[in-house]
């Protein structure tokens, strides 16, 4: 997982989605106990090989919300308050499968993330409706991973449209960037809302903090709003797009035991083998509150990197996994 990024899992629809060859699986490791199977009238569900993937709809919200949303530096967006009008356009346009889409043009179809982004406005019809001259310079950063690289490309191109002399940075983890977003020295950043709640009640209030962030992204950002006022962030509108992680069965696996929840899943399956990353087992939003949460019982865990959890599921290695809800090989085929 990125290391910029939490683990935090979204609500999304189940969907068919074709996952790309990610590869060989690691080797085993971080195993947990098994448990009890067959039990309350269960049935015992073997993973199921298959090469298309469908997400499972948290039901119950497990997940909080990682909706992309603008952070723009408070004294930009009081100097040029069309900045953040241009940015919520991306927003108003922007949804999961659409990210989906970007990220494969870039991670897959190998694009760069300024061609992709040139793209994306042009289609969405997102360019400026009139071209001031001299807007002025403004820095857009990216975190150092392509999706934010993409994202910020789009931000760039957009404020382009309207005049603006825009450029992209790459500046690292959050602990980097985002004081050079509130000094000024990055004008704006594509940011995720649940994630960097978080970041700024830590940041207020220290890091055993009462969290602020939940599955509901307007309560989210509401709660959040005074403290990235407060850190010198002006906060645009949230995108319907989410960058979070999303637990994903084989298509021939949910057609077999007809599920398109997690409930669905606690509800039918007994001895679930799940892949995840090392630390799936003890986070909440993870293995731990699928338990917790969904009641799921898990017959073991694998461990796996995250880039190779898709292809295990795939190969029948494991019945469920955590992904990435807008990996660019979720592109439906």
């Known amino acids: 997982m990125r290391a910029t990024r939490t ?11 074709l996952l790309g060859a990610c590869g060989t699986p690691g080797s085993g490791g971080g195993q947990a106990a098994p448990t009890s199977s067959g039990s309350a009238g269960l049935e015992e569900c073997a993973p199921i090989a298959d ?7 948290d039901d119950k919200q497990l997940q909080n919300a990682d909706n992309v949303i603008p952070a723009v530096n408070s004294d930009v967006a009081a100097e040029h308050p069309d900045v953040v009008e241009l940015l919520d356009t991306v927003s108003a346009a922007l949804d999961t499968d659409k990210l989906i889409a970007l990220n494969k043009a870039v991670d897959i179809d190998r694009q760069t993330s300024s061609d992709a982004a040139k793209t994306f406005v042009a289609d969405e019809g997102l360019a400026a409706p009139e071209k001031k001259d001299g807007a002025g310079k403004l820095v857009v950063g990216a975190a150092n991973f392509s999706e934010s690289s993409t994202l910020a490309e789009v931000y760039a191109e957009v404020l382009r449209t309207a005049g603006y002399d825009a450029s992209v940075q790459t500046v690292g983890n959050r602990e980097t ?37 939940s599955p509901d992204v307007d309560a989210t950002v509401t709660a959040m709003t005074p403290l990235a006022e407060e850190y010198g962030v002006t906060l645009g509108t949230p995108s319907a797009a989410q960058d979070q992680n999303a637990f994903a069965v084989t298509k021939k696996f949910a057609d077999e035991h007809q599920l398109t929840t997690l409930s669905d899943l606690a509800e039918t399956c007994s001895g679930v083998v799940m892949a995840g990353p090392p630390e799936c087992p003890e986070r909440p939003f993870c293995q731990l509150g699928l338990k917790e949460t969904y009641g799921i019982q ?22 469920i996994g955590v992904v990435s809800s807008s990996d660019g090989s979720l592109a439906a085929g």
């Open 298 to 319: 898990f017959g073991e865990f694998k461990s796996f990197d995250f880039g190779l959890i898709g292809q295990a599921l795939r190969q029948g290695d494991a019945a």
């Open 177 to 213: 960037y985002a004081p050079q977003l509130a000094k000024g020295t990055l004008a704006v950043f594509p940011e995720y809302a649940a994630t960097f709640a978080e970041y700024l009640n830590a940041q207020k209030n220290g890091a055993d903090a009462t969290p602020i962030a």
């Open 51 to 57: 090469q298309t993937l469908v997400v499972l709809e």
């Open 7 to 17: 683990i935090a899992l979204s609500a999304l629809a189940a969907a068919t989605l």
